[in-house]
């Protein structure tokens, strides 16, 4: 999509970033929302010196000396099918990135595992190539101030704390092998307190029941723990951990946002709580758990040692579901932001004080900038399955050839039917929390129930029953920026929020309800009867 636009006026702003100079040209220009695109000048125009902001507004030009003292942040973000880097500027554009897709590894029925190495390898490679891509568009690796990392959540990793080797493979947030532990621990004394302490309820989700397996089930991981040196991480610990060096640095932290996903942290407190230790018959003397620090830190997350970037500081840490609401600049209470990847995960900023769900939703950290700022949290409706219940359209029932192509298919018919699709692949989440069973549609009738606020409008990056407008930004890489934003706080690129009020701002698409109340309520009662009807096809191990 492209516009034109004309630049007229000619300012003179001066701010604590400092004066630079600029040239702006007093003729059309044209806009492009690609990156890449570079902006075009007609022949004749006069260029006009001025003063200005050094974050440059687009359809302005500027000289190579000025190119050069722009800055920009990195942001990792590696997800559950592919790993990336991006490269963003001061307006939260995405100047370069790349891209790889890895090994997804399926053992057993309902099992779901990733090869750690692979995703360390796929991660340096995007940084490599993604740097080059950058610097071929001339400018300069040192430009690259700062690193943001942002990883799909709940998936586990343990290592050997004397050679920084993984053990065992990642066991990832949808994997289901865990439902007899869960029934198990249900059942236990003290089950029905968590939920108060962590803001979490038992299932086949959060990272504790995957630690309770793998050592249940693994000789490698059960040895290392009786012999001490077990060390257990997310995803983020296990990156910025060999991104450090391993173990000679020994870098061993995780962030508030990802602690929150492990049931072990004290979502009141944001320490690790002996009482959920407890609970899981954890010894702390025999396992090593990464140290919480705040999602944004000048210092505690060290910095790469290996690779282009080497030297780089990495200044900011945020699981992948709070990184997209911070990249949607849903920093008040009542802002929400729903994201569509492989499961489906709305968050609702809360404010200050965690709001324990009676819904069926989860209590969360959405993120935690330090720097004498207090943690703000969130409700969230976690839904396992969305892309890949397309995949599934696609790969095994054979309804289209390219995902892009379900909208498409879904126009040709007047309705449904009558036939609802209950994702089940991973159990239904929230607000239904049934182990082999899901649901998405109930989810913001949960929330404004719980924080007594009606939700008006909702930011995603991907409306007919939930009856309100859908707001979708045009830049849609609202994680990875979530990512690079708390980067760019700890390296004092930004100082308070309201220097974020513009990004991504620009070209987004509203999507407003096109079915009557009545309607939506006969569509939504339908899916409910659905997903009772989904309950108790999956058998644990014990009634095999």
């Not at 099992?111 to 400018?139: N, R, Y």
């Not at 930004?473 to 690129?493: C, K, N, S, V």
């Amino acid at each position: 999509m492209q516009f034109k636009g004309k630049v007229e006026s000619q300012v003179s702003v001066s701010t604590k970033h400092g004066h630079v100079s600029l040239t702006v040209l007093d003729s059309a220009v044209h806009k492009s929302t690609d990156p890449d695109t570079k902006v075009s000048h007609v022949e004749d125009a006069k260029p006009v010196t001025i003063e200005h902001h050094e974050h440059l507004p687009r359809g302005l030009s500027q000289t190579g000396e000025e190119k050069e003292k722009k800055w920009f942040v990195g942001s990792i973000d590696q997800g559950t099918t592919s790993s990336r880097f991006l490269v963003f500027d001061g307006e939260g554009t995405p100047v370069a990135s790349h891209q790889i897709e890895f090994e997804n590894i399926y053992p057993e029925s309902g099992w779901h595992e990733h090869d750690p190495m692979e995703l360390l390898s796929s991660v340096q490679e995007c940084i490599e190539k993604a740097t080059e891509s950058f610097i071929e568009k001339g400018h300069s690796k040192d430009q690259i101030k700062a690193i943001g990392i942002t990883n799909q959540r709940e998936t586990t990793v343990c290592w050997d704390t004397n050679t920084g080797e993984p053990l065992y493979n990642a066991v990832v947030w949808p994997d289901t092998r865990t439902t007899s532990i869960v029934k198990e621990l249900k059942a236990k004394a003290g089950a029905d307190e968590l939920l108060e302490i962590c803001g979490l309820p038992l299932s086949t989700y959060p990272s504790s029941v995957k630690l309770l397996w793998l050592l249940r089930n693994v000789d490698a991981i059960k040895q290392a723990y009786d012999e001490e040196r077990l060390s257990f991480g997310t995803v983020d610990s296990w990156l910025i951990y060999k991104l450090n060096g391993g173990k000679d640095a020994n870098i061993h932290i995780t962030d508030s946002t990802n602690a929150s996903r492990t049931m072990f942290m004290n979502l009141h407190t944001m320490k690790y709580d002996e009482k959920l230790l407890g609970f899981f018959d954890l010894d702390q003397s025999k396992i090593k758990l990464p140290k919480i620090v705040p999602s944004s830190d000048p210092e505690a997350y060290g910095k790469l040692t290996s690779g282009i970037l080497s030297g780089t500081k990495i200044t900011g840490c945020l699981g992948d579901q709070s990184a997209a609401l911070v990249g949607q600049c849903g920093f008040n209470p009542g802002e929400a932001k729903n994201t569509y990847g492989t499961g489906c995960f709305l968050l609702y900023n809360v404010g200050e004080k965690p709001v324990i769900s009676k819904h069926g939703l989860l209590a969360t950290v959405a993120y935690d900038f330090g720097a004498g700022r207090k943690p703000i949290y969130a409700l969230e409706g976690s839904i396992a399955v969305a892309g890949s219940g397309v995949k599934f359209l696609m790969n095994n029932l054979g309804f289209i050839k390219h995902s892009s192509k379900i909208t498409e298919l879904a126009e040709t018919v007047k309705d449904n039917g009558g036939v609802v699709f209950v994702t089940a692949f991973s159990g239904l989440f929230a607000p239904y929390w049934i182990d082999d069973a899901k649901g998405t549609l109930s989810i913001l009738d949960a929330m404004e129930k719980d924080s007594n606020h009606k939700l008006e409008g909702l930011a995603v990056d991907g409306a007919d029953i939930i009856g309100i407008p859908v707001d979708r930004p045009l830049m849609r890489e609202t994680t990875a920026l979530g990512a690079a934003i708390a980067a760019g706080f700890a390296a004092g690129i930004w100082q308070d929020f309201s220097e974020l009020k513009e990004i991504n701002k620009e070209d987004r698409k509203i999507f407003k309800p096109q079915v009557d109340a009545k309607k939506s309520d006969q569509m939504f009662k339908k899916w409910e009867q659905a997903v009772q009807m989904c309950r108790g096809w999956v058998l644990d191990n014990s009634e095999e």
